[in-house]
């Protein structure tokens, strides 16, 4: 078995009022030294050695992202 984390994140060009909002808070809480905040998800995935890079690949393009306005990143951890 092998842990796989799958990072999703908004496009650059994309807005993400949930990142702004979260700085705004971080704001009004006294953090000033926040420029900008991007929230996105992280799925981790516990999968046998068979599954290639490939096939997370489509997982991730499939399922986990909306490959129109995120992109994604999969990562094996040991």
Not at 9 to 19: F, N, R, S
Request: no cysteine; hydrophobic share 45%.
């Amino acid at each position: 078995m092998a842990r796989v984390v799958v990072d999703v994140m908004p496009k650059a060009e994309i807005l993400d009022p949930q990142g702004q909002a979260i700085a705004g808070a971080l704001s009004r809480l006294g953090h000033d030294g926040v420029a900008d905040v991007r929230q996105g998800k992280r799925f981790e995935l516990d999968v046998d050695d068979t599954v290639s890079d490939d096939e997370l690949a489509r997982i991730a393009e499939s399922l986990l992202a909306n490959t129109v306005i995120e992109d994604w990143k999969v990562t094996r951890v040991q």
